[in-house]
């Protein structure tokens, strides 16, 4: 199966971590997903199924595509960027003058430290997997070959990590810019989903 990872746009809270938080995007950050879709398009690529972060930064460019090409939309919830907790909604700038060692610890060890009343990257990781799995079985049952996936940084940051076998430490270096389309491939072996990353289409 293909996932061709889908990291939304700029938002109206570009410039702080948004976790959870319910931001829109700007006009800019529609375009820069626009942008990236319409190369798709141009190069002939077709998706079976649009799946989307319920999250309004994803959800609505999502449903606004599933409606053009005519493809089916399904939201799920486990696809959501982590929770930062007391971090929520707060620049790194200011966490950087408020806490600089934990952030910085964050930053260099996310498997050992996360945001104060935040998600773990364990309990991210689970959270993650186990929705993906649930789009595998949603694929398998429809015959989805291939998949739009609406999501955000910390969501394709922790698969590549997972598809590079690159320890977790290392999650934060690993790329997600904003609007841009990363691909992977989506297997199952013994009941388990594992990710790789695909060198051609």
């Not at 799920?76 to 408020?98: A, C, L, P, R």
């Not at 598809?163 to 609007?179: F, V, W």
Request: glycine share 4%; with cysteine; aromatic share 8%.
């Amino acid at each position: 199966m293909h996932l061709d990872l889908l990291r939304h746009g700029e938002t109206s809270l570009s410039h702080t971590l948004r976790g959870h938080l319910d931001d829109a995007l700007t006009e800019h950050g529609w375009l820069q997903m626009q942008s990236t879709i319409q190369q798709q398009l141009d190069a002939q690529l077709q998706w079976d199924v649009i799946i989307s972060s319920p999250l309004q930064r994803c959800q609505k460019f999502a449903a606004a595509l599933a409606k053009q090409l005519e493809l089916p939309l399904l939201l799920n919830t486990e696809i959501k960027e982590m929770y930062f907790g007391d971090w929520e909604g707060v620049s790194t700038q200011t966490i950087y003058e408020t806490a600089p060692e934990l952030l910085a610890n964050f930053w260099q060890f996310p498997t050992r430290y996360h945001a104060p009343n935040g998600e773990s990257l364990h309990q991210f990781q689970q959270r993650v997997i186990y929705g993906f799995n649930e789009i595998y079985v949603q694929m398998q049952q429809h015959n989805w070959n291939r998949a739009l996936i609406v999501t955000h940084g910390g969501v394709i940051k922790l698969l590549t990590c997972l598809a590079r076998q690159q320890k977790l430490d290392d999650l934060l270096t690993m790329p997600a810019e904003l609007g841009k389309l990363y691909a992977l491939k989506l297997t199952q072996v013994d009941n388990q989903i594992h990710f790789s990353e695909k060198t051609t289409t």
